[in-house]
């Protein structure tokens, strides 16, 4: 069975809602992220960090889960900082109510192509997360999960088909996202307690 990771890239929010403290922000979409992660089967959980949040990341990990230090908040440094596994996924953190079943999607199609990405759901530019087999393709271009779109990431492909497309998901960046949030979902218990507290519906 191939080795696959599955890692929470915990890069700086931009946005947070008015009477939320960013930083608390911040943590508590990491905490409710890193937990849906943390019940996933077959895959090892990891968080990635810039050295300057890496006890941002102590605090919110379980106990064994491996934190890596990285000098440039992207999933090719991530895939960089990797060792021994076979398929690795790298995630956006600002996505507390994602369903397992999307993260499943992204790694499904590594059976057979090198490299799958799932877009940000409703258009728009951004990455929900990206994932290949390891090592990583020479062809993947350096991608950032706030700008990049599924086209970056084909530019130099062998072949189009080389990357697949899968489900997408909207991340949580402004006004507009916060609103779909739904109340009967189950998880994001961090992000609901701190909206709940701020006043806001949750």
């Known amino acids: 069975m191939a080795r696959r990771v599955v890692v929470a890239l915990l890069g700086p929010v931009r946005w947070s809602p008015p009477g939320v403290d960013r930083a608390q922000w911040r943590a508590a979409l990491a905490e409710d992220v890193i937990d849906l992660l943390a019940t996933l089967n077959e895959v090892e959980v990891a968080v990635a960090v810039s050295p300057a949040d890496r006890a941002l990341a102590d605090a919110l990990v379980w ?33 507390p109510d994602l369903p397992a079943l999307t993260v499943g999607k992204l790694l499904r199609p590594l059976t057979t192509r090198p490299v799958a990405v799932a877009p940000v759901e409703g258009g728009g530019s951004g990455l929900l997360g990206v994932a290949v087999r390891l090592p990583v393709p020479g062809w993947l271009p350096p991608l950032d999960l706030d700008t990049a779109v599924p086209a970056d990431a084909r530019s130099g492909a062998p072949r189009p088909g080389d990357v697949a497309v899968t489900a997408g998901w909207r991340r949580l960046r402004g006004p507009a996202d916060l609103a779909t949030l739904d109340p009967a979902f189950e998880g994001w218990e961090a992000t609901r307690a701190l909206l709940s507290g701020s006043g806001r519906p949750a």
């Not at 890596?68 to 991530?78: D, G, I, S």
Request: net charge negative; aromatic share 6%; charged share 20%.
């Open 63 to 95: 106990p064994g889960t491996a934190v890596y230090e990285v000098a440039e908040l992207t999933p090719n440094a991530v895939f960089a900082a990797l060792e021994g596994h076979d398929e690795a996924a790298v995630l956006a953190a600002d996505v």
